[in-house]
């Protein structure tokens, strides 16, 4: 299903999905990185969380949001979702075998392994893709010597949601999840502590600082949100599917569906996209 190979293909926009709005941390670095292309995002709002659901219902729901962006005629489909993903991405590029899918697990699995040093890595998202094993799998494929360990940290996703990415609550939900990984008076962590964490989840950016502020200064953060733009530049250059219009004359750039809330849509997406949604802007999709 889908073709990516016409010849106006490459004026077509790219679309990008994700359970809700966190995936528009990831929009926010295609935008940068390819600043001439247009995009369309659907925020599959009314369904959020993927991360505690089955992977037979994340794949259901991640096909039925595909099928929505390549009815709008996407040139190629970014899974923002790292639940989606992770669970989700096999079952995707077998129906969509014409299309450029990419996913977030790969070029975060790619970025981790270049920045550990002491192989030692952790790797943090929701209940589903800590269970699927998508991350720990790309992962040691790439360095089979690996040690990963991953942690599902699904409150946070509520947190960022809720706007507390910093603060008490904030700060004591890290101490929480991340202490027993990372914490100096943990037992047996000392050299075999994480020197890299994977943020594995959309939502997990925008509380990079609480984050930060428990695993210390040494441990390199992995955002997979920049990597995964690289790698669908990349990918779009190589098939010969990047736009060439002028950012400037293109001011619907940014597309934006919700399938739920597009008041609570543009409010709560303008944090993570870093910048304010009119919510005149969001059109409500049915899937
Ligand atoms: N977008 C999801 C992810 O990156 C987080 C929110 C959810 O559970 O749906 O895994």
């Not at 073709?3 to 941390?25: C, K, M, N, Q, Y």
């Not at 943020?199 to 984050?211: N, R």
């Amino acid at each position: 299903m889908g073709s990516s190979g016409s010849a106006a293909a490459s004026s077509r926009p790219i679309g990008v999905f994700d359970s809700g709005v966190g995936g528009l941390t990831v929009l926010r670095a295609l935008g940068a990185e390819m600043p001439r292309e247009r995009f369309v995002y659907l925020g599959d709002t009314a369904r959020l969380p993927y991360g505690t659901k089955s992977p037979e219902t994340v794949i259901r729901y991640a096909v039925q949001a595909a099928d929505a962006l390549i009815e709008r005629g996407v040139k190629a489909l970014i899974v923002a979702c790292n639940t989606a993903s992770s669970v989700a991405l096999p079952a995707m590029r077998e129906r969509y075998r014409d299309m450029t899918v990419i996913g977030v697990v790969e070029p975060g699995a790619e970025a981790a392994v270049a920045a550990s040093r002491s192989g030692h890595i952790a790797v943090i998202g929701t209940e589903a893709t800590v269970r699927g094993g998508a991350y720990q799998r790309a992962i040691t494929q790439r360095r089979p010597q690996a040690q990963v360990r991953a942690l599902a940290c699904q409150m946070f996703v509520a947190l960022a949601e809720e706007g507390w990415t910093s603060g008490p609550v904030a700060r004591a939900a890290a101490e929480q999840y991340l202490a027993p990984l990372f914490g100096p008076a943990t037992p047996g962590v000392g050299e075999s502590a994480a020197d890299t964490l994977v943020l594995a989840c959309t939502h997990f950016p925008v509380l990079q600082a609480v984050i930060r502020s428990v695993v210390g200064p040494r441990v390199v953060i992995v955002d997979s949100a920049a990597t995964t733009a690289r790698a669908a530049h990349s990918a779009l250059s190589e098939r010969g599917l990047l736009g060439g219009e002028d950012a400037a004359r293109m001011p619907d750039r940014m597309r934006f569906l919700a399938t739920d809330g597009v008041a609570r849509f543009a409010a709560i997406g303008g944090r993570f996209l870093a910048r304010s949604i009119d919510a005149r802007d969001v059109e409500l999709v049915d899937l």
